[in-house]
Nanobody, 123 residues
Framework: VQLQAYGGGSVQAGGSLRLSCAASGRTFSSVTMGWFRQAPGKEREFVAGISRRGDSTKYADSVKGRFTISSDNAKNTAALQMDSLKPEDTAVYYC?????????????????WGQGTLVTVSS
């Protein structure tokens, strides 16, 4: 699976951004999708994940209620809508795909990764 993430940028606190992830080589219906992020000097952390059918989602507590993950299996794309952004959301965001059915928060369970897109939230 080849993944390409895009949509990052700079926004003021309280603003919104929408990240997208396009996949090729394997259909979304056969993988679980996740978004991770890595801030400077910090470890990569789980943000959100969505099941193969798109009927189940999982979020990190830090983004719950502010971020929404979605997928369009027909278009082989996934998205992360980020609202009410905070400066602590500043990070490089990665989309990732896992062959496991469960939505995992463990980065090691995702075999396929996009190149990352930078999100900067200013106060």
């Amino acid at each position: 699976v080849q993944l390409q993430a895009y949509g990052g940028g700079s926004v003021q606190a309280g603003g919104s951004l929408r990240l997208s992830c396009a996949a090729s080589g394997r259909t979304f219906s056969s993988v679980t999708m996740g978004w991770f992020r890595q801030a400077p000097g910090k470890e990569r952390e789980f943000v959100a994940g969505i099941s193969r059918r798109g009927d189940s989602t999982k979020y990190a507590d830090s983004v719950k209620g502010r971020f929404t993950i979605s997928s369009d299996n027909a278009k082989n794309t996934a998205a992360l809508q980020m609202d009410s952004l905070k400066p602590e959301d500043t990070a490089v965001y990665y989309c990732a795909a896992s062959i496991y059915r469960r939505i995992s928060a463990i980065s090691g369970e995702y075999a396929y990764w996009g190149q990352g897109t930078l999100v900067t939230v200013s106060s």
